[in-house]
């Protein structure tokens, strides 16, 4: 497969993720009989060896990819096409265009990302791309390992070809995992929130530059479409996460975009000081990593100001499909709820029909931490896809004791839209969980 053919197959690709090891113990290769489920247990075809990777696969048994040879060159276009995307993602990580001077003033010192460390188990210095069957929620892995137990290597799953030809989650999905080896080259394994968080960005970056508009052609990603609906569903759960099953560390990989997109060094500065605070094969410790994070994004309030704005241009195009919290009203007794860290709840109010007015109050915590505004939607659209709604601020902030605020809400309603599908935002973007309370 040549590069046109990669490139125009990636028109509106966005990301892939990967679902930890499953290669049984870590570290462990597919050619390793302990490495269960991985274990080829039929000998390898001759590798093939790209620019940057050399990719690994068999001919016969569960791990073999499909046989179509459409170049007749008697190996596989499935392996030929992981190559290519190996080697086209790890040529962009390490140039200066993830960061170009012509962006960004500061970007002209960026020379791309460090390389991948060198393979220490052969044939040679390149990193190795096992293609091997993973377990059923795995799409790919990328093992850590020192030099001395071989080095880091990726497998890929041989099944990523979607429907009739679409080649959109395998080159993502390769493209992540590829930068799972850039991230290794400055520090071992982070926090699992972090290093997908950062995968995913990076990823984002990458396919976005390969992609090409193409009104004639719907290029989606089917899988990565059923994992971001599968997040909506799940706003309320925590973004961040210190446990390796992290489902919502890979399903938000559109709030990671968009938020390392906002300023294009914020990603090489990450690896830079987490590569400064590594001790041999310790990272930072985990609250150090967040803190390095929050940093380099431009401290607490930023983060929370882009969440807010972020959630609130979400509940416009995913109206349909977001998580709602039970509805409450104003005329009721005040609800007392919490709202884990990093996460979202909308919170629909529930309004007599005809009513004019509204007003309601919010308690919760500092303002660089937690946010809360009222959304006002006009009429859906006519494919009840994407929705107006005004955002409404607090008319009036009260100071409590212990750094929380009473926020004031008072508006006039003067569309039925609005009485309908009024709803209350809150945004956490502190690690932690904070409680709120909503009165009438």
């Given at each position: 497969m040549r590069r046109a053919a990669l490139t125009g197959a990636v028109a509106l690709a966005v990301l892939a993720v990967d679902a930890g090891v499953a290669l049984g113990q870590p570290g462990l290769r597919p050619t390793d009989p302990d490495a269960e489920p991985g274990y080829h247990g039929v000998p390898e075809a001759r590798p093939v060896r790209g620019r940057s990777v050399v990719v690994h696969y068999v001919r016969r048994g569960p791990s073999a990819p499909p046989d179509v040879d459409v170049d007749r060159d008697r190996v596989p276009d499935y392996v030929e096409w992981t190559a290519d995307a190996a080697d086209q993602a790890l040529a962009y990580y390490r140039s200066p265009r993830f960061c170009?001077?012509?962006?960004?003033?500061?970007?002209?010192?960026?020379?791309?990302?460090?390389?991948?460390?060198?393979?220490c188990a052969g044939p040679d210095r390149r990193p190795d791309v096992y293609l091997v069957a993973l377990g059923p929620r795995t799409?790919?892995?990328?093992?850590?390992?020192?030099?001395?137990?071989?080095?880091?290597?990726?497998?890929?799953?041989?099944?990523?070809?979607?429907?009739?030809?679409?080649?959109?989650?395998?080159?993502?999905?390769?493209?992540?995992?590829?930068?799972?080896?850039?991230?290794?080259?400055?520090?071992?394994p982070l926090s699992p929130w972090l290093r997908e968080a950062t995968a995913n960005a990076a990823t984002a970056q990458w396919t976005s530059e390969l992609g090409i508009e193409d009104p004639e052609h719907d290029y989606t990603d089917p899988v990565l479409e059923r994992r971001f609906g599968d997040w909506l569903a799940h706003v309320s759960q925590s973004l961040y996460s210190a446990y390796s099953e992290c489902d919502p560390c890979y399903r938000g990989f559109v709030w990671w975009a968009r938020l390392m997109s906002l300023d294009r060094r914020a990603l090489p500065r990450l690896l830079q000081r987490l590569g400064a605070e590594t001790r041999g094969s310790y990272p930072p410790p985990a609250r150090r990593q967040l803190e390095i994070f929050t940093d380099v994004v431009g401290g607490q309030a930023a983060l929370t100001a882009e969440l807010t704005a972020f959630s609130q241009d979400l509940f416009r195009m995913e109206?349909?499909?977001?998580?709602?919290?039970?509805?409450?009203?104003?005329?009721?007794?005040?609800?007392?709820?919490s709202i884990d860290g990093l996460a979202l709840h909308y919170v629909p109010i529930a309004l007599p029909p005809g009513a004019?007015?509204?007003?309601?109050?919010?308690?919760?915590?500092?303002?660089?931490?937690?946010?809360?505004?009222?959304?006002?939607?006009?009429e859906p659209s006519p494919q009840n896809l994407t929705v107006?709604?005004?955002a409404v601020a607090p008319s009036r902030s009260v100071a409590l004791p212990g750094g929380r605020r009473r926020l004031l809400f008072s508006t006039t309603l003067v569309h039925p839209g609005?009485?309908?599908?009024?709803?209350?935002?809150?945004?956490?973007?502190?690690?932690?969980?904070v409680r709120y309370r909503l009165a009438g």
């Open positions: 170009p001077p012509i962006l960004e003033g500061r970007c002209a010192t960026f020379r791309g990302f460090r390389a991948p460390r060198r393979d799409d790919a892995t990328a093992p850590w390992a020192r030099c001395r137990g071989g080095g880091s290597f990726v497998a890929i799953s041989p099944r990523l070809v979607v429907g009739d030809g679409n080649l959109i989650h395998l080159v993502t999905t390769v493209g992540h995992e590829m930068f799972h080896l850039v991230q290794y080259a400055y520090a071992p109206h349909a499909r977001i998580e709602r919290q039970p509805p409450w009203s104003p005329t009721r007794r005040p609800r007392r709820a004019t007015s509204l007003a309601f109050s919010v308690t919760l915590g500092p303002e660089r931490v937690t946010t809360a505004s009222l959304l006002l939607p006009s107006t709604a005004r609005e009485v309908a599908g009024a709803t209350v935002l809150l945004a956490n973007g502190g690690p932690e969980p």
